[in-house]
């Protein structure tokens, strides 16, 4: 730590790299944290639910009741860890199983002893193909980097007999849907990595299994949950929404990262620990390219489910960019809209046609087209669309688009005026991933 | 006993028979995709005659288990 930063309060799964400086081998996670627990199958579910964790992958479930539900089930269970990670501005998956890989394979492999799995897929993001020359060798590098970590660690386990569920990892098409999990189990059984429409992966999964789906960082909490118990994950974070979680924070911040902080922690202080605003700001936008935009007025919002949900908004995964007074929020949106209608699977006709016709109006809103009718006509779209599609991607969008409203209301004046918005011609905060 | 309709988005091919069979219960959104409202009892025997009739057998009757 350099000086002058904020200590890592409450910092649990970064601990081990704050403590060593590099990715931890499977002998520093061992020196470290000492081999998982022999916990039987229904104590470590018990443990689980007595901690409170719910998923860190948005959706907020309780896992110890997923993991009950999939242990219920008659035949032999699938464990999958989503670390597919499609949101554009969201790194934490990624940096955990970079810097603590074992942690993750821990908690998926104590989660396949609960649920009686006989099988574990790593489900990681594949890599952009890098195309050609000495500048796309160093990516094809560094690109290669993430399967071939957990790979790596998979292997070094199964080396020293600390793999006890055969575990395999795959690369799921980099595709906004792909992560989300009927997806992944549709991409292991056939290849095709889009949403499915009947069952839950939990009911029938992987080869018709039943199948205990998470988010990467939900199983490293389960490794910790293992070895120190609930009352200890329990003494951070809020009484309804317990332990940490990881943020990636970008934008405008002085250190934008991936942080950890206790849940409860308000949205102003997550923004702090990666170095705080680095120029004056006028929205953060919380949960990813599905999620909300929060006008500077909600920066005390505790990060709780049921804070956002008061506030009638939702927590979604732990994703902050930070948009700075000087980039017109309205043409962010447009941007992230345009490619989030690109981002259909194209199966569901409300998503196919409702996605783009959103996208079509902002982009109006954006080149300051703006019209009574422009605004009944998004109105009527973005009240129409939701829970419509196969998956919740039409969902996520219309929550974005809705919250674009409402935050930058007062600036659309702006777009409305003969004269038209200076700042909406060079949209560039929020990432949109290179084509490929 | 409470029925509701849901409708497989990806089998749903928005050829909106459904909603000329059912307009009590399903209006069409813009580009033709059933938009399904709530299903009265009296309804239902003219549900399942639209569940029958979708070409490609995306409606489905199921019980209501939310309330
Ligand atoms: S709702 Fe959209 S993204 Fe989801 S499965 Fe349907 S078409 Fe694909
Ligand atoms: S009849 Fe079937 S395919 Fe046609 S709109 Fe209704 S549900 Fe969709």
Known sequence: MTAGTAAPHAVRLLAGYHALGRPAKLSDHLAQYGPPPTTTGASLIQAVEEAGLTGRGGGGFPTGRKLRSVAAGRRPAVVVVNAAEGEPASAKDRALLTIAPHLVLDGAALAAGAVGAREIVICVHAEPDPGEGAEADARRGRARTLADTVRRAVADRERAHAAPVPTRVTAVPPRYVASEETSLVRWIDTGDARPSFGPRPFERGVGGRPTFVSNAETFAHIALIARYGPAWFRSCGSEEAPGTALFTVSGAVARPGVVEAPLGTPIGEVLRLAGGPSEPLQAVLAGGYGGTWLPPELLALPTTPSAFKAAGLALGPGILVALPERACGVAESARVLAWLAAETAGQCGPCVHGLPAIAADFAELASCRVSTELYRRLDRRLSVISGRGACRHPDGAVRFAASALRVFGRHLRVHARAEGCLLARWPSILPIPEEW | ?67
């Open chain 2, 1 to 67: 006993m409470t029925w509701r309709l849901r409708v497989d988005p990806i089998a749903c091919t928005g050829h909106g028979l459904c909603a000329e069979l059912l307009p009590e219960t399903i209006d069409l959104d813009e580009w033709g995709y059933p938009i399904i409202g709530s299903l009265s009892d009296g309804l239902l025997p003219l549900a399942r005659r639209a569940v029958a009739d979708c070409p490609t057998l995306a409606l489905l009757l199921e019980r209501d288990r939310t309330r």
